[in-house]
Structures are given as structure tokens and as C-alpha cells.
């Protein structure tokens, strides 16, 4: 339950968006007891109110802007989390979310909501990198 050991992989994902099932999720990485760390920064097109999902098989932890949202850092079959933050439209906020997979099924999945956005996958116009 830790973000370490190896090997190691870097990569951009567009998106956190995974369903692995019992697979790796890429070549060099085991099917199971493996750990992923995203960050990045999430732009919103309104200020308004914006609710963060994870869906997640097993933990996750999720920070906007230094404020921990989410933090279900248990073994547990396909859950969604969520916590709410005020944001303001085209201002660059940090976004972390932490996932570990023990055994079995693995699941980790990022969505967002807002009064004006519905329900979705956070999409990669949205998301930045650096």
C-alpha cells in the first residue's frame, strides 16, 4: 500500500480512465500489487462548484489544489468516492490522485461534475501536465 518499490514506469496519460481488470497496466508492471501516482493540473471552463468521482478497485486518494477530496486507502471491489471544491474558470489547480491495486480486479477512473458540466470523465482539454 505504498507508491514505491519497481520497476518503475513514466508516462502522460489523456486521461485517468482505466478499467485493467486482471491485467498489467502496461508491459513490465505486475497484474497485481502495483501502484500509480497521476499529477497534473485540472483547468475548469466555470467558476462554480465542481465535484471530483473516483471510481477505484482498490485505494484512492485524490488532492485539488492541496485539499485532500477523496481518501479511500482500503482493499475494496469497485467503489466511487467523491468531494466537492469551489473553482475558478481558467485558473491552473494542482491535481494528485494516488491508486493501489492488491489482488484481483483493477479499476481507476476520474470523473468530474459541476451545475453546468455533467457528469463525465474529466477530458484531457481539461487537463494539463504542467
Known amino acids: 500500500k505504498t507508491l514505491s518499490?519497481?520497476?518503475?514506469?513514466?508516462?502522460i496519460d489523456p486521461a485517468v480512465n482505466f478499467i485493467w481488470g486482471s491485467g498489467s497496466p502496461t508491459a513490465g508492471l505486475f497484474k497485481d500489487r502495483?501502484?500509480?501516482?497521476?499529477?497534473?493540473?485540472?483547468?475548469?471552463q466555470r467558476?462554480?462548484?465542481y465535484t471530483f468521482y473516483t471510481q477505484s478497485?482498490?485505494?484512492?486518494?485524490?488532492?485539488?489544489?492541496?485539499?485532500?477530496?477523496?481518501?479511500?486507502?482500503?482493499?475494496?471491489?469497485?467503489?466511487?468516492?467523491?468531494?466537492?471544491?469551489?473553482?475558478?474558470?481558467?485558473?491552473?489547480?494542482?491535481?494528485?490522485?494516488?491508486?493501489?491495486d492488491d489482488k484481483k480486479e483493477a479499476v481507476a477512473q476520474l470523473r468530474w461534475s459541476s451545475p453546468s458540466t455533467p457528469k463525465q470523465i474529466i477530458p484531457q482539454s481539461q487537463l494539463m501536465s504542467k
Open 5 to 11: 518499490g519497481s520497476p518503475t514506469v513514466v508516462r
Open 34 to 44: 502495483f501502484s500509480v501516482r497521476w499529477t497534473g493540473y485540472v483547468i475548469p
Open 47 to 49: 467558476s462554480e462548484s
Open 57 to 100: 478497485d482498490d485505494g484512492v486518494r485524490l488532492w485539488i489544489n492541496g485539499t485532500q477530496l477523496v481518501n479511500n486507502w482500503t482493499n475494496h471491489n469497485s467503489a466511487e468516492n467523491r468531494g466537492t471544491i469551489m473553482l475558478t474558470a481558467g485558473q491552473k489547480y494542482p491535481i494528485t490522485m494516488e491508486y493501489y
